[in-house]
């Protein structure tokens, strides 16, 4: 075992035994649909100067999401309900008391100058200018609320809001003595009022109570400090910038920060209710899942195995350990898991096969190559040659999900961390644990002896079809375009047709609560609604006896059956609400989730132009929108319905068709290269052959888990996996016969040019 080996076997299992540390110690986090948690129903009231009406409910709401995020709250759930009521459901809350009074407080932050103290002392108001050129203005409209210390201090109108902020942090100043502290930031008038306020201040005397700076939140004098000595008279403060000192600890200082970023809420939040829910998704519909999985997990590694044989094995080998390093992860960062995402964390284990299936296809070039093979020497070459395509598609993904989880929230940033999690730990899985298992089995000489054993020893039975028959798919690409045209007007008259049937989540819907003598199994009520009609009807425990089922819009008669159906299971249940509800998913979150899209599909844009050329970045992304229209059109034509569980398959399919993308124009690139002044076409068509094999190898991989969750993970997972079986064949095909044919296209309309390394 040489040097490098052996570096990357300290390193495989020192990761390893962390990973294993964490998933043992610390326990990962589950999402409503899993676990439960709490709900708190809070109630909007109007204020002296807002009604609370369904705007004003909407506007508190947006600002409750951004509190919660702030909390470290992950997939929580929040609905407008009737018109000035908002449910609020927190998946494993350790506090709820404490979730309800930051949520619910309203504040408002205002900055005050300091008149002076009801004790006597005040601030002595002469006609000196000082440093001034004018004099003192005159006293504003005041107040009186107590400092800190209790004294009563005497406040001016307040002369900043909260508006004026731009940003606040917690931070912690050791050397300078502070300690935890709350930095607050100005943005436009806020800075020029920041130092007129603080200018007029320092124009009093040190130790003047008319030199301290009030910061009021909720009625509350939080902080007064004195202007420093240094700041001179009219001048104050110019950068727009403070800092609220205290006896703070870290919790109160980030609560602090987190309610000064948050804004202040639209109108006072009164929290009217507060009981613990059960999961939104039943014991059978998770464990059949878990059964979907193992099965689905079983498959591809059988598939892989027999594909591969020993270097299957090890490929199966490092999958497990891809697992354990992606759960680890996950818990690691408190990231919550709900069952779209443990679907997600396990179809990526038969995605992650795909770095796997790169290095042992260019193994088998590399062995079929040489004159005088050696399988040590060709997995070398495989792992070498398959770098590029493996990073170049790996950063394009990470790219996507840095920008999901910066731009965006909800279930969306969710989704970026996930999937981040995911490219890395398979990165891991593929070059440092598989490669070091996989060097040290072809070191050994029993396996020298017999090379066919390590399943790279040959060309494979796809390759060598490809070769006899030699295929000529780009001699005329307009063709495939107008396949690809074909299947965009198919797909596009569904949606124009038919709509696009969304989820409860974009529409909202109505919520019905009861109040039965006994409890009533969740499940029971699920089956017997969807036997009944309403197969999406979300199901919930409330409380110790109370059932809640949540719906698209009903009319009377569909309300008279859904709660005949309940009454049916439960004896007694008496209805004590009958609601509307608005989305979970709102319009902020909607806007900010296609604005993070956007952005990354222009990032990635960017990076595949830099490392290729730009007909290829177009023809990757030309490539990436056909395959969302096809996708949402075929649901559109089935009356599936789009939601939340299909917007994250569909954020699937995007880095599939992406990565797909990238593995074929790498390779064009590279024959570019060994080729110089070969036309494009013919380049394209030998890289389409040399990547087939990769391509439908890491494709049956992904289908036997896809197949396995559409048959057996119930009603919750059909459509999930419906969505992303659509997507792994159209982002198969559309890669080769939509991506290459528009690059084809894009590169005989720019000026002649002959390949090169550039390419």
Same mark, same amino acid.
């Given at each position: 075992?040489?040097?490098?080996?052996?570096?990357?076997?300290?390193?495989?299992?020192?990761?390893?035994?962390?990973?294993?540390?964490?998933?043992?110690?610390?326990?990962?986090?589950?999402?409503?649909?899993?676990?439960?948690?709490?709900?708190?129903?809070?109630?909007?009231?109007?204020?002296?100067?807002?009604?609370?009406?369904?705007?004003?409910?909407?506007?508190?709401?947006?600002?409750?999401?951004?509190?919660?995020?702030?909390?470290?709250?992950?997939?929580?759930?929040?609905?407008?309900?009737?018109?000035?009521?908002?449910?609020?459901?927190?998946?494993?809350?350790?506090?709820?008391?404490?979730?309800?009074?930051?949520?619910?407080?309203?504040?408002?932050?205002?900055?005050?100058?300091?008149?002076?103290?009801?004790?006597?002392?005040?601030?002595?108001?002469?006609?000196?200018?000082?440093?001034?050129?004018?004099?003192?203005?005159?006293?504003?409209?005041?107040?009186?609320?107590?400092?800190?210390?209790?004294?009563?201090?005497?406040?001016?109108?307040?002369?900043?809001?909260?508006?004026?902020?731009?940003?606040?942090?917690?931070?912690?100043?050791?050397?300078?003595?502070?300690?935890?502290?709350?930095?607050?930031?100005?943005?436009?008038?806020?800075?020029?009022?920041?130092?007129?306020?603080?200018?007029?201040?320092?124009?009093?005397?040190?130790?003047?109570?008319?030199?301290?700076?009030?910061?009021?939140?909720?009625?509350?004098?939080?902080?007064?400090?004195?202007?420093?000595?240094?700041?001179?008279?009219?001048?104050?403060?110019?950068?727009?910038?403070?800092?609220?000192?205290?006896?703070?600890?870290?919790?109160?200082?980030?609560?602090?920060?987190?309610?000064?970023?948050?804004?202040?809420?639209?109108?006072?939040?009164?929290?009217?209710?507060?009981?613990?829910?059960?999961?939104?998704?039943?014991?059978?519909?998770?464990?059949?899942?878990?059964? &979907?999985?193992?099965?689905?997990? #079983?498959?591809?590694?059988?598939?892989?195995? *027999? %594909?591969?044989?020993?270097? !299957? +094995? $090890? /490929?199966?080998?490092?999958?497990?350990?891809?697992?354990?390093?992606?759960?680890?992860?996950?818990?690691?960062?408190?990231?919550?898991?709900?069952?779209?995402?443990?679907?997600?964390?396990?179809?990526?284990?038969?995605?992650?096969?795909?770095?796997?299936?790169?290095?042992?296809?260019?193994?088998?070039?590399?062995?079929?190559?040489?004159?005088?093979?050696?399988?040590?020497?060709?997995?070398?070459?495989?792992?070498?040659?398959?770098?590029?395509?493996?990073?170049?598609?790996?950063?394009?993904?990470?790219?996507?999900? &840095?920008?999901?989880?910066?731009? #965006?929230?909800?279930?969306?940033?969710?989704? *970026? %961390?996930?999937?981040?999690? !995911? +490219? $890395? /730990?398979?990165?891991?899985?593929?070059?440092?644990?598989?490669?070091?298992?996989?060097?040290?089995?072809?070191?050994?000489?029993?396996?020298?002896?017999?090379?066919?054993?390590?399943?790279?020893?040959?060309?494979?039975?796809?390759?060598?079809?490809?070769?006899?028959?030699?295929?000529?798919?780009?001699?005329?690409?307009?063709?495939?375009?107008?396949?690809?045209?074909?299947?965009?007007?198919?797909?596009?008259?569904?949606?124009?047709?038919?709509?696009?049937?969304?989820?409860?989540?974009?529409?909202?819907?109505?919520?019905?609560?009861?109040?039965?003598?006994?409890?009533?199994?969740?499940?029971?009520?699920?089956?017997?609604?969807?036997?009944?009609?309403?197969?999406?009807?979300?199901?919930?425990?409330?409380?110790?006896?109370?059932?809640?089922?949540?719906?698209?819009?009903?009319?009377?008669?569909?309300?008279?059956?859904?709660?005949?159906?309940?009454?049916?299971?439960?004896?007694?249940?008496?209805?004590?609400?009958?609601?509307?509800?608005?989305?979970?998913?709102?319009?902020?979150?909607?806007?900010?989730?296609?604005?993070?899209?956007?952005?990354?599909?222009?990032?990635?844009?960017?990076?595949?132009?830099?490392?290729?050329?730009?007909?290829?970045?177009?023809?990757?992304?030309?490539?990436?929108?056909?395959?969302?229209?096809?996708?949402?059109?075929?649901?559109?034509?089935?009356?599936?319905?789009?939601?939340?569980?299909?917007?994250?398959?569909?954020?699937?399919?995007?880095?599939?068709?992406?990565?797909?993308?990238?593995?074929?124009?790498?390779?064009?690139?590279?024959?570019?290269?060994?080729?110089?002044?070969?036309?494009?076409?013919?380049?394209?068509?030998?890289?389409?052959?040399?990547?087939?094999?990769?391509?439908?190898?890491?494709?049956?991989?992904?289908?036997?888990?896809?197949?396995?969750?559409?048959?057996?993970?119930?009603?919750?997972?059909?459509?999930?996996?419906?969505?992303?079986?659509?997507?792994?064949?159209?982002?198969?095909?559309?890669?080769?016969?939509?991506?290459?044919?528009?690059?084809?296209?894009?590169?005989?309309?720019?000026?002649?040019?002959?390949?090169?390394?550039?390419?």
């Amino acid at each position: 075992m040489n040097r490098s080996v052996r570096v990357r076997a300290l390193l495989a299992l020192a990761v390893i035994a962390l990973s294993l540390y964490i998933a043992v110690t610390v326990p990962v986090r589950l999402g409503l649909d899993l676990r439960g948690g709490t709900q708190l129903v809070l109630e909007t009231r109007s204020s002296p100067t807002t009604d609370a009406g369904p705007e004003a409910t909407d506007r508190t709401l947006e600002v409750l999401r951004g509190r919660i995020d702030g909390l470290g709250v992950a997939e929580p759930n929040l609905v407008r309900s009737g018109e000035n009521r908002i449910i609020v459901e927190l998946p494993g809350v350790q506090d709820p008391k404490r979730a309800a009074d930051v949520l619910g407080r309203t504040a408002q932050l205002t900055f005050h100058p300091v008149l002076g103290t009801t004790d006597g002392t005040t601030d002595r108001t002469t006609d000196r200018t000082d440093e001034a050129s004018r004099p003192l203005p005159k006293r504003p409209r005041e107040h009186v609320l107590p400092d800190e210390s209790g004294t009563p201090l005497r406040l001016g109108s307040a002369a900043l809001t909260g508006e004026d902020v731009k940003e606040a942090a917690a931070r912690f100043d050791q050397q300078g003595g502070a300690g935890w502290h709350v930095t607050v930031g100005f943005e436009g008038d806020g800075r020029a009022g920041w130092a007129r306020l603080t200018g007029e201040a320092a124009c009093h005397p040190a130790g003047d109570p008319a030199r301290r700076v009030a910061i009021v939140l909720d009625d509350k004098v939080i902080s007064s400090p004195q202007v420093d000595p240094s700041v001179a008279c009219r001048t104050g403060i110019r950068d727009g910038a403070t800092q609220i000192t205290g006896s703070f600890g870290p919790g109160e200082a980030r609560e602090l920060s987190l309610l000064v970023n948050g804004g202040a809420l639209p109108v006072p939040v009164e929290t009217v209710e507060q009981r613990t829910v059960g999961p939104t998704l039943g014991a059978q519909a998770i464990t059949a899942s878990a059964w &979907a999985a193992a099965i689905g997990t #079983a498959l591809t590694s059988l598939f892989i195995i *027999g %594909v591969y044989r020993l270097m !299957g +094995v $090890l /490929a199966a080998v490092g999958l497990v350990c891809y697992g354990l390093v992606s759960y680890a992860a996950l818990a690691a960062l408190g990231a919550t898991l709900t069952l779209p995402g443990l679907v997600g964390f396990v179809l990526a284990i038969g995605m992650a096969v795909d770095a796997n299936v790169l290095v042992f296809e260019r193994a088998r070039e590399e062995y079929g190559a040489r004159s005088r093979p050696s399988t040590r020497s060709a997995l070398s070459a495989g792992f070498r040659n398959a770098f590029s395509a493996i990073a170049d598609s790996s950063i394009t993904t990470l790219i996507a999900a &840095a920008l999901l989880f910066f731009l #965006a929230s909800g279930p969306v940033r969710g989704f *970026g %961390v996930t999937l981040g999690i !995911g +490219v $890395l /730990a398979s990165m891991i899985s593929a070059l440092v644990i598989t490669r070091v298992l996989a060097e040290i089995a072809v070191s050994r000489p029993r396996v020298r002896r017999r090379p066919r054993l390590t399943g790279i020893a040959t060309t494979g039975a796809v390759r060598d079809r490809l070769a006899r028959r030699n295929p000529r798919l780009m001699r005329r690409p307009h063709r495939w375009l107008a396949v690809s045209v074909t299947a965009l007007v198919l797909a596009g008259s569904g949606i124009a047709v038919r709509g696009i049937d969304l989820g409860v989540e974009f529409t909202g819907g109505r919520l019905i609560e009861y109040a039965t003598t006994s409890p009533v199994d969740p499940d029971r009520v699920r089956t017997a609604l969807a036997d009944a009609g309403f197969p999406r009807a979300v199901v919930q425990s409330s409380g110790e006896t109370g059932l809640t089922v949540r719906t698209g819009p009903l009319t009377n008669a569909e309300e008279t059956q859904v709660t005949g159906t309940v009454r049916d299971l439960a004896g007694r249940a008496d209805k004590v609400r009958d609601e509307l509800v608005g989305p979970s998913l709102g319009e902020e979150l909607r806007r900010g989730a296609l604005i993070a899209l956007a952005v990354a599909l222009g990032a990635q844009f960017v990076y595949l132009a830099a490392r290729f050329r730009w007909v290829f970045g177009t023809a990757a992304v030309v490539a990436l929108a056909h395959d969302v229209v096809i996708l949402v059109g075929v649901f559109a034509w089935l009356g599936r319905p789009v939601d939340g569980v299909f917007l994250a398959a569909l954020l699937t399919v995007i880095g599939y068709s992406v990565n797909d993308s990238v593995v074929l124009f790498d390779r064009v690139r590279e024959l570019a290269r060994r080729t110089p002044g070969a036309p494009l076409p013919d380049l394209t068509d030998r890289a389409i052959v040399q990547t087939l094999p990769r391509t439908v190898n890491t494709g049956m991989g992904a289908a036997f888990i896809l197949t396995a969750l559409a048959v057996l993970g119930g009603s919750s997972l059909t459509d999930f996996a419906l969505a992303l079986l659509i997507g792994l064949v159209v982002g198969t095909y559309s890669s080769v016969l939509t991506a290459a044919p528009v690059a084809i296209r894009l590169h005989h309309h720019t000026p002649p040019r002959q390949p090169s390394g550039r390419t």
